[in-house]
């Protein structure tokens, strides 16, 4: 749900919103690496979980008023 949420609000510019689905797909990324077994598994979820909190980061850093 929290990707084709995303998709919507890309397209749609609420930048903002949109910044704050993808830390959320971050945070679900690094719990899935809390639960799985195979330490590869672990790191693939905890790269993903990075990716999604660095692109959420920037969005936000350029926003031009970030806090509402």
Same mark, same amino acid.
């Given at each position: 749900?929290?990707? &084709?949420?995303? +998709? /919507?609000? %890309?397209? *749609?510019?609420? @930048?903002?919103?949109?910044?704050? /689905? /993808? *830390? *959320?797909?971050?945070?679900?990324?690094? %719990? @899935?690496?809390? /639960?799985?077994? +195979?330490? &590869? $598994? %672990?790191? &693939?979820? @905890?790269? +993903?979980?990075?990716?999604?909190?660095?692109?959420? @980061? $920037?969005?936000? +850093? *350029?926003?031009?008023?970030?806090?509402?």
């Amino acid at each position: 749900a929290y990707s &084709e949420a995303s +998709k /919507i609000y %890309k397209e *749609n510019s609420y @930048l903002y919103d949109y910044s704050r /689905i /993808i *830390n *959320n797909i971050g945070i679900v990324y690094r %719990k @899935l690496a809390q /639960i799985v077994d +195979k330490d &590869e $598994e %672990k790191a &693939e979820y @905890l790269v +993903k979980a990075l990716k999604m909190h660095e692109e959420a @980061l $920037e969005i936000y +850093k *350029n926003l031009e008023d970030p806090i509402r």
